[in-house]
């Protein structure tokens, strides 16, 4: 932010932008409105450069809220005239715009000129540029937590439906909805028990089965039938009477059920996609280092946080997830202490479920797990302990990927000892 260069703030919108050009006093020295989309903002962004030349300046910045994909287009807008781009938070402009006179009180030129003071006052931030390997993870990394998210809902949705309508048929297995022998016999039915007593006898209906489970079974990634749950579902299939005004369920259930199997390929996919461009940038080797975490887990969280090598610290990178402790004590008050919960919510996620499996296999965050649980000094609850190891997860995979250093447990059970403790 030189003194020699003016501010040109831009309202952003889908055909409407509004642009105020303004000095580092917030003063403002031309505005316009532009009906066109982002894209054909050239001649906008000449006109803002007129002005401030007229006003006697050398140049200028461009300051925008990341609103959308939008901003994209005016950095690279920005670049091709070789001005600098500086984006302003969009919570920031709102508390601003409360500032002014206690009210909410919103229009496009009073945020364009917003914008424009917190930009002098350094309320901003210098965007990510990212390379086209880590823009493709970052859009993987989303397309990923869709279909997780997909998957997750399907089978629910087909549990909340047996439970209703065939709830025996939950108990064939211990875990039905992990079983794949399960899976595709409830496929095979359409999730209705009269395709099995239509077969007249649990002896036909089990040989008709087995010779139809043995190409289902493919779809569901492995080939050997069990045998024990394939005859409890038939069992209970001939045992059960099933009333006519559950038919409806029982046929939602069938297409929650294709819902999952097709949103489980789709994850499959997605993180083949994910490990190839880990591969292209040369971390494949690093991601995999960290027993316990799964190289997809490392690359959903590399997904998010992009180049861990902007990042200043990685403590930094814990502000950014939104995982840093926020204090709530005034005087003799002292408040609970909770996460920030500020950031980007997927990188959250994505560290929080690369906690859950690095505990179940990790012996040094599995220690530190137990210490933090069972202390008898500032002893933490189960999900506080599972966010101090995430976030510790998040430094150490900062260090590891920065210095190019494979994961160490001798090392990393101190480090992880001192930052949980000063967490």
Same mark, same amino acid.
């Given at each position: ?15 409407? !932008? ?26 906008? *962004? ?13 140049? *200028? ?22 001005? !600098? ?46 390379? !086209? ?5 970052? #859009? ?16 629910? !949705? ?67 039938? #069990? ?33 999952? #199997? ?15 461009? =880990? ?59 909770? *996460? ?36 008898? #000094? ?18 150490? =995979? ?26």
């Amino acid at each position: 932010m030189r003194r020699d260069y003016a501010v040109v703030a831009i309202d952003l919108a889908a055909k409407k !932008q509004v642009i105020v050009v303004a000095d580092h006093d917030s003063r403002i020295l031309a505005r316009k409105t532009f009906t066109c989309t982002p894209w054909k903002l050239g001649p906008a *962004i000449a006109w803002a450069r007129t002005q401030a030349e007229v006003a006697g300046f050398a140049g *200028i910045v461009l300051a925008c809220e990341p609103t959308g994909h939008r901003w994209k287009v005016v950095a690279d807008l920005a670049a091709a005239v070789g001005a !600098q781009m500086v984006c302003v938070q969009p919570m920031v402009v709102a508390r601003a715009r409360e500032t002014e006179d206690f009210t909410r009180d919103k229009s496009d030129d009073k945020d364009a000129l917003l914008i424009a003071r917190l930009t002098t006052q350094l309320h901003i931030y210098l965007p990510e540029h990212a390379d !086209q390997h880590w823009a493709r993870l970052r #859009h993987l990394g989303v397309r990923r937590t869709e279909q997780l998210t997909r998957r997750a809902a399907a089978r629910q !949705q087909v549990r909340d439906l047996l439970d209703s309508a065939w709830p025996q048929v939950l108990d064939c297995a211990a875990q039905p909805l992990d079983s794949a022998t399960w899976l595709a016999t409830m496929a095979i039915i359409g999730c209705d028990p009269r395709t099995i007593t239509a077969y007249r006898s649990p002896a036909r209906a089990r040989t008709r089965l087995r010779a139809k489970l043995r190409g289902e079974l493919a779809r569901w990634g492995v080939r050997r039938i #069990h045998g024990p749950i394939l005859t409890a579902i038939i069992t209970s299939a001939f045992a059960t009477t099933m009333p006519p005004e559950r038919t409806g369920a029982l046929e939602r259930a069938h297409y929650g059920l294709n819902d999952f #199997h097709h949103a489980t390929v789709e994850c499959r996919e997605v993180e083949h996609r994910m490990l190839a461009v =880990l591969a292209e940038l040369h971390l494949n080797e690093l991601a995999s280092s960290i027993p316990g975490v799964t190289a997809v887990s490392v690359a959903a969280i590399l997904a998010e946080t992009g180049d861990l090598s902007r990042f200043d610290s990685a403590r930094a990178v814990v502000k950014h997830a939104g995982l840093c402790p926020r204090e709530n004590s005034s005087g003799s008050y002292q408040g609970t202490t909770t *996460i920030s919960g500020r950031g980007r919510p997927r990188l959250r996620t994505a560290a929080w479920r690369a906690a859950f499996g690095a505990l179940r296999h990790n012996p040094v965050y599995a220690a530190r797990y137990q210490h933090l649980t069972t202390r008898t #000094h500032n002893r933490l609850q189960p999900n506080q302990a599972y966010v101090a190891i995430a976030a510790a997860l998040l430094r150490q =995979l900062h260090v590891v990927i920065t210095t190019a250093t494979p994961w160490d447990p001798t090392l990393a059970g101190p480090t992880q000892t001192a930052e949980v403790s000063a967490a």
